[in-house]
């Protein structure tokens, strides 16, 4: 496993065409390794930018701290 911090917000396509947005919180355990806790968002979005913007107005995100895949 990798030791690379991800991005607090991950915005991904599912099958029906819709987004989903997941947020991510990165706590460190004694050995200060990450541990990733992942909680994704019941909403689906029309679009990954309504979906930015939902965690922006909701979470407070800013820009630089989405992921998509």
Do not use: C, W
Not at 1 to 23: N, Q
Not at 24 to 43: D, F
Not at 46 to 57: C, F, L, N, V, Y
Request: no cysteine.
């Amino acid at each position: 496993m990798s030791r690379e911090i991800p991005k607090p917000f991950l915005i991904v396509k599912d099958e029906e065409g819709g987004y989903r947005l997941t947020i991510r919180e990165v706590r460190y355990n004694s050995q200060n390794y990450p541990l990733v806790t992942a909680t994704p968002v019941e909403e689906s979005f029309k679009s990954a930018t309504a979906a930015r913007s939902h965690a922006k107005e909701h979470f407070g995100a800013e820009a630089g701290q989405f992921a998509s895949k």
